[in-house]
């Protein structure tokens, strides 16, 4: 089969990682994908968002199975465009990805079906919004309609900082087309999980569990990154939850969306609060986690591509699939001053030696060659992903490898996996 992967961070390396040990896979390409991917794939100067080069490369190049990594593509109607010319793609459509693409498509839908979220309601006028604020009182959460790279979302401990977040969005329009609309949500207590499932439109598939690390700092202080470090599976998602998050979070998401006329397919990525009465969402994305996907590929002991082909091509899937005894542990290793402004072209050296520690594998997020020489070319540059007989052993292995790596200004969390600790006494 002759794959391609679009996108060019961890998260797209690991599926590539992966997808390379498959024996039915004869060609790889990813775009633009980085210099870790291209280690088993060939990499094509074709950026994830320029949907009709991609379409045009895919053509030509007769593959069977495109795979989409990041969201904008699937929300600008990535799958709709290939699946118009018959190519197999692995993703939501444009209206099904709205999942993710629209908070508020998402919390109405939710509200309709019955789904356990956060109380709220949507708002386009501010006044409105505030005086809703005081009926709910603080702490609350803002939230913007649309994509905002992950800053979209801001919790607010009073209601004066509400209110600075209400202007934010809808008077200063500081999310632009994105925050026309926002969700104004109660602030939930608990503690937080990824929880993933594959779906070809009717059934759902468990795929894995993860916990992230938001903040840029230790002991969750600081600004929210893009995911500083994840370890998979998240203890805290016992069998009892797993079963709840089944039967009252994905088997509905998904019967709702076929409800709605939108059918599914693809992967449900629910963020999730672990509340006391029980699991809610705090958001959905209809795409693998970035680092959740890091430590998912490791553990994950089936053959994903066949998976994938299943959903692309709306057949049905298997009920389960088998998972690796062991856990896993990513550490992204980011450049100095993310998530704020940081410099690029920094030389990285040390991650043949990362890589002899036994069970790890470094994933390139933001990285390029410069005359041949590996330098950083983004924020989150490294995800640092180990994996060992428990938790425990993963963070040790992982730490190990991190510490054999070297660019300027780097910065790394040194506290990755401790809440699992904490759940295991282990
Ligand atoms: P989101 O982009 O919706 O996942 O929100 C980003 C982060 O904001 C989440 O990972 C949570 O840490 C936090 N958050 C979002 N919604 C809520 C909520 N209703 N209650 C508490 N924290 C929230
Ligand atoms: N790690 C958070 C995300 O992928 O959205």
Redesign the pocket.
């Known amino acids: 089969m002759r794959v391609l992967v679009v996108g060019s961070g961890g998260r797209e390396h690991a599926l590539v990682w992966r997808l390379a040990q498959s024996p039915s896979v004869k060609a790889l390409f990813a775009a633009p994908g980085n210099p870790g991917m291209a280690r088993t794939a060939r990499c094509v100067p074709i950026k994830g968002d320029a949907i009709e080069e991609l379409l045009a490369f895919a053509e030509t190049e007769r593959i069977d199975l495109t795979v989409v990594g990041p969201e904008l593509p699937l929300v600008l109607g990535i799958v709709d465009r290939f699946e118009a010319k018959g190519l197999a793609i692995f993703g939501p459509s444009q209206r099904a990805a709205a999942l993710e693409g629209s908070?508020v498509f998402a919390k109405d839908l939710m509200a309709k079906h019955g789904i356990p979220t956060?109380r709220f309601q949507t708002f386009q006028d501010a006044t409105a919004a505030r005086r809703f604020a005081r009926e709910m009182g603080a702490?609350?959460?803002v939230?913007a309609d649309g994509l905002a790279a992950?800053k979209?979302?801001i919790?607010c401990r009073t209601l004066e900082e509400a209110d600075r977040a209400i202007a934010l969005c809808l008077e200063e329009r500081a999310f632009g087309k994105a925050g026309e609309q926002i969700v104004v949500?109660?602030?939930?207590?608990g503690e937080?999980a990824s929880f993933f499932a594959l779906t070809d439109g009717e059934t759902g598939l468990f795929l894995g569990t993860a916990q992230?690390h938001?903040t840029v700092f230790d002991d969750d202080r600081g600004p929210?990154t893009g995911g500083m470090g994840a370890y998979s599976p998240a203890p805290v998602v016992d069998a009892t939850v797993h079963d709840q998050v089944m039967k009252t979070i994905i088997r509905p998401t998904v019967r709702a969306m076929a409800a709605e006329g939108r059918p599914y397919r693809g992967v449900i990525y629910a963020?999730l609060?672990l509340t006391r009465e029980g699991p809610k969402v705090?958001?959905y994305n209809c795409r693998f986690g970035d680092p959740e996907h890091q430590p998912i590929m490791m553990r994950l002991e089936d053959n994903p591509l066949p998976l994938l082909h299943a959903v692309a091509r709306g057949e049905r899937l298997p009920s389960s699939v088998s998972w690796r005894p062991e856990a896993a542990v990513c550490v992204v290793m980011a450049s100095g001053g993310y998530p704020g402004e940081y410099e690029t072209g920094k030389p990285i050296s040390g991650i043949e030696a990362a890589e002899k520690v036994e069970g790890v594998t470094v994933f390139h997020a933001g990285t390029a060659l410069r005359d041949g020489q590996l330098v950083t070319a983004g924020g989150r540059v490294l995800g640092v992903t180990a994996i060992g007989a428990d938790i425990r052993a993963a963070i040790g292995r992982a730490y190990e490898a991190v510490g054999k790596i070297c660019f300027d200004g780097m910065h790394f969390r040194k506290d990755i996996g401790k809440k699992a600790l904490a759940h295991r006494g282990r």
């Open positions: 908070k956060a702490p609350l959460v939230k992950g979209g979302a919790v949500e109660e602030f939930l207590s937080e992230d938001k929210n963020g609060m705090l958001e």
